[in-house]
């Protein structure tokens, strides 16, 4: 088939009920973007909503807490509530605070309660690196050596995770598992579900990061039971380097006491009564811990505007449709440069990225950069390329996809050493 032409792309574009909202983001000038799994855009609104609360502390000073047109006060809880449409949870067992990282730490501290024989936690070695350090330095703020208490499952190809094999590993020592829900690496996409089904019936405690899947696909989490998941805003939520994180704890939990308290986990009435004895608030907000950080959570308001109006549902349709347009064009056209495609090829398994293996994958993405493309390097061999519903074009697929087959076949990128620059 040599039917992925310029006019296939610009008739797919024609007919992409989302395309309005690419003119609402900032786009690096002449510049495929790739990488908004990693850092979304900034767009017009997120813009506006910032500036809406800096105006706010000119005008008002401190009344801004309570005053201002956004008032800081009830800003996370706010955000929570937008949020809880794209996971399938009530607005009260979502918060926005931290980051994915302290919020593990402080979910850890909540939900890590070991006792008998259940001591151990289950991860995975795919991992993102930080979940790792979280969970090994709560192990060993219990007392236990994470060498043996920490159980991480294998994967057997190096790119992915069987759920045969995590569900065989919850034994009778298991009492928390954290896992991803879309592997960043390979774009795998757990089936959380059947995971948290095979959890419950053993008495273990579940959560998931969901930094890969949060703005990309849609989430059932109140009604899949999980008992707590984490996530950033700065990927696919488009809030801005360093945004604020967010939290899950469903609903069944909610009243548990926090593991990490702090002023802001008190319940709103109560807060200001000073009292040196928590009020803790009902809902996930209990999870907080001090003053939220305003500046790097307004954005987020105007971004989530633009997920409800677009909707997750057809969010997902289409980054299903720009994944599938991407693996289609490496089979069809690139099949001879030596690329290996990664992530799992049927559409309920995978996320919203794609993830090519290359021998030379770091001299790739570093010909593609120099070609205004932005991809992302995973050392060693991984190249992701994350199309953005919200913000990438079939044709801009296209030229990205033309270009990608110009560096290999002209063998462009063998000019540039297969190593990575300090930030990949
Ligand atoms: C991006 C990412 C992180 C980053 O954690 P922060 O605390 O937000 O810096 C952690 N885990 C996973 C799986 C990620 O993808």
């Given amino acids: 088939m040599k039917g992925l032409t310029k006019d296939l792309a610009a008739k797919l574009d024609e007919h992409d009920p989302l395309q309005s909202f690419k003119t609402e983001f900032y786009l690096p000038k002449n510049t495929y973007y790739m990488d908004g799994n990693s850092l979304g855009l900034l767009s017009k609104r997120a813009e506006q909503a910032l500036l809406t609360s800096l105006q706010d502390w000119k005008q008002l000073g401190i009344n801004g807490w309570t005053d201002g047109k956004e008032p800081w006060f009830y800003m996370s809880e706010k955000l929570g509530a937008m ?42 070695e795919l991992n993102f690196p930080s979940d790792i350090y979280a969970l090994k330095s709560q192990l060993e703020l219990h007392g236990y050596d ?62 998931f990061d ?98 409800q109006e677009a909707g997750i549902e057809r969010i997902r349709e289409k980054s299903l449709q720009q994944t599938r347009y991407l693996i289609h064009f490496v089979k069809e056209e690139l099949s001879e440069f030596g690329f290996t495609i990664a992530n799992p090829e049927d559409d309920n398994r995978r996320g919203g990225h794609v993830s090519l293996i290359h021998e030379e994958a770091a001299s790739i993405c570093k010909a593609l950069k120099a070609q205004q493309i932005i991809p992302d390097f995973r050392a060693p061999n991984v190249i992701r390329l994350a199309p953005i519903a919200l913000y990438t074009s079939y044709s801009d697929l296209y030229q990205v996809m033309m270009i990608l087959k110009e560096i290999v076949q002209s063998g462009e990128y063998k000019q540039f050493k297969n190593e990575r620059d300090t930030i990949a």
């Fill in 83 to 124: 949020t809880a449409p794209l996971l399938g949870a009530k607005s009260e067992e979502v918060i926005n605070t931290g980051s994915i990282t302290t919020n593990i730490h402080q979910l850890l501290a909540t939900f890590y309660q070991p006792s008998g024989k259940k001591t151990k936690i289950l991860a995975d």
């Fill in 146 to 207: 994470p060498e043996e208490h920490l159980v991480q499952v294998e994967s057997l190809d190096g790119r992915t995770l069987s759920e045969d094999t995590i569900i065989n590993a919850m034994t009778e020592e298991v009492a928390l598992i954290l896992l991803p829900s879309v592997l960043y690496r390979s774009g795998q996409l757990l089936d959380m579900p059947a995971i948290t089904k095979a959890a419950h019936e053993r008495g273990i405690m579940v959560g």
């Fill in 210 to 307: 969901l930094a890969h899947s949060i703005g990309a696909l849609p989430h059932q989490l109140h009604d899949w039971g999980i008992d707590f998941a984490v996530w950033c805003t700065y990927k696919y939520l488009n809030s801005g380097p360093g945004g604020v994180g967010g939290l899950f704890v469903h609903e069944k939990h909610l009243g548990r006491k926090p593991g990490l308290a702090g002023w802001f986990s008190s319940n709103k009435n109560k807060q200001f009564d000073m009292d040196h004895s928590l009020t803790q608030a009902e809902s996930a907000g209990a999870f907080q811990i001090g003053t939220p950080h305003i500046l790097s959570s307004a954005p987020l308001i105007g971004s989530l505007e633009m997920f």
